[in-house]
């Protein structure tokens, strides 16, 4: 069986479960067999230490933590409308249900 055949990390969902704090991580994880092969701005933010839970946690230097989950996913959307490639991004929570 090859490394990406499967996308089911059981300690990383032990660990932090998954929730929309978390699910783009999730997303990036390299055994993901979905993944595209180039580096994705999400990869980028995520090697500066940035992510939706992070911004929730310390917000920005504009808009101090700590944020409620919509204020740190509309943070982490503008962190990535300043950067070009390929993005992953989280459907609003209107269009959810």
């Known amino acids: 069986m090859a490394e990406s055949a499967s996308f089911v990390d059981p300690a990383f969902l032990a660990r932090f479960g998954l929730t929309r ?6 997303f990036l994880h390299p055994l993901n067999p ?4 180039a580096k994705t701005s999400n990869e980028v ?15 920005t230097g504009a808009r101090p933590g700590p944020l409620s989950l919509e204020q740190g996913e509309e ?4 962190a990535l409308s300043r950067l070009t ?10 269009n959810i249900n």
């Open 34 to 37: 979905f993944q595209t092969k």
């Open 21 to 26: 704090i978390n699910a783009i991580d999730y």
């Open 75 to 78: 943070e982490y959307r503008v």
């Open 45 to 59: 933010l995520s090697m500066q230490g940035i992510n939706i839970g992070t911004l929730m946690q310390w917000g």
């Open 85 to 94: 490639g390929e993005q992953y991004e989280l459907l609003p929570m209107s």
